[in-house]
C-alpha cells in the first residue's frame, strides 16, 4: 500500500491551509479593549401614581453606594420643567426605581434621560452598571403618563357645619397625605364654602380655613421642602351699598426654617387671621367680587436646611398666587 508522505507538497499545502483558517476563527484578545457596555433598559414606565419611574434592567445590578450612579445623571422633564429624583430604590431585582421629589400628572408630557459616566469595566466607579462592572450606556425615554397622578378639578364642595371638607375621588383632599411634594400648582383657584365655619380646599397642599366671624387664614403643608411664607397679601375690590371700596389684608410670615432629621408631612398657618367685611363676603359670595392672595415662599430641604436638593440642583423660591371665587346663588 502507497503511503502519502507529509513532506508530499499536495498534502503539506493543504494542512497549512487547514492550520491557517483555524487560527483565524479563534478570537484574539485586544490589547487595552474594556469591558463591553450593559444593554439599556427594556422599559422605563410611570409606577406608584406618578411618584416613581420603574427602569426594567434585565440583569442585575451593583447597588452598594459607591456603586450607585449621582441622582443627577438622572434628568426627568415634566412639560419643559425638571422634576429632581431624590432618590434609588435598588429593593428589586432587575429593577430600578427613581423616587421623585414631586409626582407626574396624568396628561403631562415626560421624559427620563440617563447620561454615563465614562466607561469604567469595574464596579469601583459611580454608575448605572452589572454586578460585573458593565456600565449602562446612556439612554433616554418617553413616559407614558396615563399611569401617572390622577388630575384633580378646581371644584371644592362645600365643607360641612364642622369644618371638615367633603371629598371626593378627584377632588384635591386634606384627608390623606400627599405622594410628594408638588413643584408648581395644579389649580390654583378655590371656591368659597357655603357653610360657615369651612375650608376652601385649592390643592392637596394649600387652601385656606375660614372661621365663624368671617376669619380667613391660608394653610400649607410640607414634607421634603421647608421655609417661611413671606408677605402673603390678600386684596379685593368690592361694592358696599354705591361705593366701591378696596380690601388689603397681609400676613405675618409663617413656616419653619428649622433643620429636621426626617421629613413628614406638617401643616403651617399664620397665627392671626385676616378678617374680612362682611360687604366683601356678600360679594363674593354673590360672584362679584373675587378674592387674590399673593406670597412668596424661600424654600429649602428640610433634612439640610440647604436652598439645594440632594442631587445638588437648586431649589427656587416660589411665588404663591391663588384666588378665591363664589358661585352665584
Do not use: H
Amino acid at each position: 500500500m502507497n503511503l502519502v508522505s507529509f513532506k508530499t507538497p499536495i498534502l503539506r499545502v493543504a494542512i497549512t491551509a487547514v492550520l491557517a483558517f483555524a487560527l483565524l476563527a479563534l478570537p484574539i484578545p485586544l490589547p487595552g479593549k474594556t469591558a463591553s457596555a450593559a444593554s439599556q433598559p427594556a422599559s422605563a414606565l410611570i409606577w406608584s401614581q406618578g411618584a416613581k419611574i420603574q427602569l426594567q434592567m434585565g440583569y442585575s445590578l451593583a447597588s452598594q453606594s459607591n456603586q450607585q450612579p449621582n441622582l443627577s445623571a438622572f434628568d426627568v422633564q415634566v412639560d419643559g420643567v425638571r422634576i429632581a429624583v431624590t432618590s434609588l430604590d435598588y429593593s428589586l431585582n432587575l429593577f430600578l426605581y427613581l423616587v421623585l421629589a414631586t409626582p407626574i400628572y396624568r396628561g403631562t408630557t415626560a421624559t427620563v434621560t440617563y447620561t454615563a459616566p465614562t466607561s469604567d469595566p469595574t464596579t469601583n466607579n459611580a454608575a448605572l452598571q452589572r454586578t460585573t462592572g458593565d456600565d449602562t450606556e446612556s439612554f433616554s425615554f418617553t413616559l407614558n403618563t396615563a399611569f401617572g397622578a390622577p388630575t384633580t378639578t378646581t371644584t371644592t364642595i362645600a365643607p360641612s357645619p364642622g369644618g371638615s371638607g367633603l371629598n371626593s375621588s378627584g377632588l384635591p383632599s386634606w384627608d390623606t397625605e400627599p405622594l410628594t411634594d408638588s413643584e408648581t400648582d395644579a389649580f390654583t383657584e378655590g371656591i368659597w364654602p357655603s357653610v360657615i365655619p369651612g375650608n376652601i380646599i385649592i390643592t392637596n397642599e394649600f387652601g385656606f380655613t375660614v372661621d365663624k366671624k368671617n376669619g380667613i387664614k391660608p394653610r400649607i403643608r410640607m414634607k421634603n421642602y421647608a421655609g417661611k411664607i413671606t408677605k402673603m397679601t390678600l386684596s379685593a375690590t368690592y361694592k358696599d351699598s354705591s361705593k366701591t371700596k378696596k380690601y388689603k389684608c397681609v400676613y405675618a410670615d409663617f413656616g419653619s426654617t428649622k433643620k429636621v432629621k426626617t421629613a413628614k408631612w406638617k401643616w403651617y398657618t399664620p397665627k392671626k387671621a385676616c378678617v374680612l367685611p362682611a360687604p366683601l363676603v356678600a360679594s363674593i359670595q354673590k360672584g362679584t367680587a373675587t378674592l387674590s392672595a399673593k406670597g412668596k415662599w424661600s424654600r429649602q430641604w428640610v433634612t439640610s436646611a440647604k436652598k439645594t436638593r440632594p442631587d445638588k440642583t437648586k431649589i427656587k423660591a416660589r411665588t404663591l398666587r391663588y384666588t378665591v371665587k363664589g358661585v352665584p346663588r
